[in-house]
């Protein structure tokens, strides 16, 4: 118990010795968030920007789901990336809830079937033309969701350069 309170004395006092400021308290301030969009606006968003369509495609009882929302997608660069490049889309695939997708009214839990999810997260990357170019089906960290988001918003893929050399920085 001493030591809780000793080592925040012991730094504000070399803090003050070598005339530095103390540390600042964490912000207050909260912090941005993903701009999560209807399926049909988002579809819409993407046919007039030429942006790509994120698609996270959920279920209520998946744990890794729950960490995806709770961790990666609160990750500023995550949330700049998706942000700044992709119209997102969240997709309960248990769920009888009507999309629009193609102009075909569908259920979600139809979609995903016709999407071909079949784990849970599955993370989809369409084009502005609503074909998917890449999926994800895993958790990711943020900085794999952030290699992944900018592999696909950077037109590396269109290039032909594999996810592993793009990593590898042979882009």
Same mark, same amino acid.
């Given at each position: 118990?001493?030591?809780?309170? $000793?080592?925040?004395?012991?730094? $504000?006092?070399?803090?003050?010795?070598?005339?530095?400021?103390?540390?600042?308290?964490? *912000?207050?301030?909260?912090?941005?968030?993903?701009? &999560?969009?209807?399926?049909?606006?988002?579809?819409?968003?993407?046919? #007039?920007?030429?942006?790509? $369509?994120?698609? *996270?495609?959920?279920? +209520? &009882?998946?744990?890794?789901?729950?960490?995806?929302?709770?961790?990666?997608?609160?990750?500023?660069?995550?949330?700049?990336?998706?942000?700044?490049?992709?119209?997102?889309?969240?997709?309960?695939?248990?769920?009888?809830?009507?999309?629009?997708?193609?102009?075909?009214?569908? *259920?979600?839990?139809? /979609?995903?079937? +016709? &999407?071909?999810?079949?784990?849970?997260?599955?993370?989809?990357?369409?084009?502005?033309?609503?074909?998917?170019?890449?999926?994800?089906?895993?958790?990711?960290?943020? +900085?794999?969701? /952030?290699?992944?988001?900018?592999?696909?918003?950077?037109?590396?893929?269109?290039?032909?350069? *594999?996810?592993? +050399?793009?990593?590898?920085? #042979?882009?």
């Amino acid at each position: 118990m001493r030591f809780a309170v $000793l080592i925040p004395t012991l730094v $504000l006092a070399a803090a003050s010795l070598l005339g530095a400021a103390p540390p600042k308290p964490a *912000s207050t301030t909260p912090a941005a968030s993903v701009r &999560w969009v209807a399926l049909e606006q988002g579809a819409k968003g993407v046919s #007039k920007s030429g942006k790509h $369509l994120f698609v *996270s495609v959920y279920t +209520d &009882w998946c744990g890794y789901c729950r960490k995806l929302n709770a961790v990666t997608f609160k990750a500023s660069p995550v949330i700049a990336e998706l942000n700044r490049n992709f119209e997102s889309v969240r997709l309960n695939a248990e769920s009888d809830a009507k999309v629009i997708w193609k102009g075909k009214a569908l *259920s979600s839990r139809q /979609l995903a079937e +016709d &999407w071909g999810v079949e784990g849970y997260p599955t993370l989809l990357f369409l084009n502005p033309k609503g074909e998917i170019v890449g999926s994800f089906s895993s958790y990711a960290e943020p +900085d794999l969701m /952030l290699k992944l988001l900018t592999y696909i918003s950077s037109g590396a893929r269109e290039r032909k350069i *594999s996810f592993e +050399d793009f990593v590898g920085g #042979k882009s």
